[in-house]
């Protein structure tokens, strides 16, 4: 008995003395689930259900400062997209985080941030093109309900072909000064 109690607490000082694994952000992991679902389902073009990841109250903003749509106008976006525009999309995802905004901030909840290095083959001979992609998803209640995504639209285009023209120089745009003439006014003539 007395050579079994001396490796039983060698056992229990060992584990004791081992460090806990890193603890796991179990709903951040479910958060990114979803959103890899969801932009898995759009690489695809099975669009058929792209509601059931959205909120019915989501709301999108970007890439550029004035663009929103809710949910309707987002899934209908991307189903006219599959539609009318795109061949393939490859999604090389660069990395995924989840973290929590806390309530009293700007956004609170949980995010899910996400940056891809896209390439888009278009149909009817459009030119593909590559571009960075960056997007952040909050998730409330297992669905997204607010993503805010940024992409170069300009880099896209010019891969396309499109050209810049800077604007008018200022002397250039500025109206010219018209030359009023100095009307003389004839008096009429006496009559004698």
Known sequence: ??????????????????????????????????????????????????????????????????????REQQVDGWKKNWRDSWASVDFDRQAMVAFTIPPGEKHPGDWVADWANITVKYKHRTPSATFFYHAVSR????????????????????????????????????????KKKKVVKKKPARKK
């Open 1 to 70: 008995m007395k050579k079994l109690i001396f490796p039983a607490i060698v056992l229990v000082g060992l584990a004791s003395c081992s460090k806990p694994g890193p603890p796991v952000d179990t709903v951040g992991e479910q958060n990114k689930a979803l959103v890899q679902k969801y932009s898995e389902a759009i690489v695809r073009g099975d669009t058929a259900d792209l509601e059931s990841f959205l909120s019915d109250d989501f709301r999108s903003s970007g890439p550029a400062m004035k663009d929103s749509s809710n």
């Open 139 to 178: 998730i409330k209640e297992g669905k997204i309900d607010r993503t805010i995504v940024y992409y170069n639209v300009n880099d896209i285009l010019v891969q396309q072909g499109f050209t810049i023209t800077p604007p008018a120089s200022k002397e250039s745009a500025k109206p010219k000064e018209i």
